[in-house]
């Protein structure tokens, strides 16, 4: 069974850097691209980056574009998502996805595996 398992969630003051790390199991990782979204206490879950497996083309949404930098490490299983100069409305529930794809349709994204999220708690 696919596996998703998050983790570097925290609280960290505006301006600041986390890392957070996504290990996958349970599947062909390398087959596979990994996306996060996030939820926000009241908005609707949103996609936020998505690396591919083909190729590792990286999509992000524009509201974190160039704060935000997503890479993966087949030999480890494993993405990561790097976000620096974070901002309160980054504040949200990050989830690692997948929709079993080779390639990110990020604009109409619907993934179908989903880790059980990691906490951002960005204060301003």
């Known amino acids: 069974e696919e596996q998703l398992v998050e983790s570097g969630g925290g609280f960290v003051q505006a301006g600041g850097s986390l890392r957070l790390s996504c290990a996958a199991s349970?599947?062909?990782?390398?087959?596979?691209?990994i996306g996060w979204f996030r939820e926000a206490p009241g908005k609707e879950r949103e996609g936020v980056s998505c690396?591919?497996?083909?190729?590792?083309?990286?999509y992000y949404a524009e509201f974190v574009e160039g704060r935000f930098t997503i890479s993966r490490d087949n030999g480890k299983n494993t993405v990561y998502l790097q976000m620096n100069n974070l901002k309160f409305e980054d504040t949200a529930v990050y989830f690692c996805?997948?929709?079993?794809?080779?390639?990110?349709?990020?604009?109409?994204?619907?993934?179908?595996?989903w880790g059980q999220g990691t906490q951002v708690t960005v204060s301003s």
């Open positions: 996805v997948t929709d079993l794809q080779k390639d990110c349709n990020f604009n109409a994204y619907d993934p179908v595996r």
């Open positions: 349970g599947f062909t990782f390398d087959d596979y691209a």
């Open positions: 690396i591919s497996s083909s190729d590792g083309t990286t």
